[in-house]
Nanobody, 123 residues
Framework: QVQLVESGGGLVQAGGSLRLSCLDTGSDFSISALAWYRRAREKQRELVAE???????NYADSVKDRFTMTRDNAKNMVYLQMNNLKSEDTAVYYC?????????????????WGQGTQVTVSS
């Protein structure tokens, strides 16, 4: 059974930093693409960042040059380093995964989801 567990959320002042972590258990992590999504209050869920099996990354325009997504295949972990946080980054952040056949392909959808971790940025 695939389980994704996020951690690292919290309250931070605008301009500060947080690092989110996600532990992936029960899947073949080495062939999984992963993503971070977020959902702000009264808004739709949006893609924040994603990473392929091969390590290529893709970011939402709103977080480019501020957020960095990385993966550690030895630990089955994926991270989201968030710098220069803004109040509009306040949301619940979710980790998601999808098993892939190709190292540098992007999934059409993500199959497994974590429970989310709250990030609140005060202005």
């Amino acid at each position: 059974q695939v389980q994704l567990v996020e951690s690292g959320g919290g309250l931070v002042q605008a301009g500060g930093s947080l690092r989110l972590s996600c532990l992936d258990t029960g899947s073949d992590f080495s062939i999984s693409a992963l993503a971070w999504y977020r959902r702000a209050r009264e808004k739709q869920r949006e893609l924040v960042a994603e990473i392929t099996v091969g390590g290529s990354t893709n970011y939402a325009d709103s977080v480019k040059d501020r957020f960095t997504m990385t993966r550690d295949n030895a630990k089955n972990m994926v991270y989201l380093q968030m710098n220069n946080l803004k109040s509009e980054d306040t949301a619940v952040y979710y980790c998601a995964s999808a098993l892939m056949d190709f190292d540098y392909a992007w999934p059409s959808e993500y199959d497994y989801w974590g429970q989310g971790t709250q990030v609140t940025v005060s202005s």
